[in-house]
């Protein structure tokens, strides 16, 4: 694949199954290692496709839900806690 780059933007081709490579200095700059997973988000109303590492979005799922979790609370427990109770009130039925 031929491409080129400047330090934010390169220009690959796609090869006729579909597949682009990611520049080397891109996949070190946003530390993706073979094997890794990567999110690609279309948005079609700006005709544009981007792609983040997994990892990252799920920091910034995990970033997000810290705004709405109180401090000092288990989320975990929390659902445990909804689930038993679910699970007691079918058996009552």
Known sequence: MKYAMTSK???AQVNQNGRVVIPAS???????????????????DKDEMRITTLRKQL????????KHVKPGSSVVDELIAERREAA??????
């Open 26 to 44: 891109f996949r070190r700059a946003l530390q993706i290692k073979s094997g890794d997973t990567v999110i690609l988000r279309l948005d079609q």
């Open 59 to 66: 920091a910034e799922t995990q970033e997000y839900l810290k």
């Open 9 to 11: 933007e390169a220009r």
């Open 88 to 93: 007691r009130r079918e058996l009552e039925e």
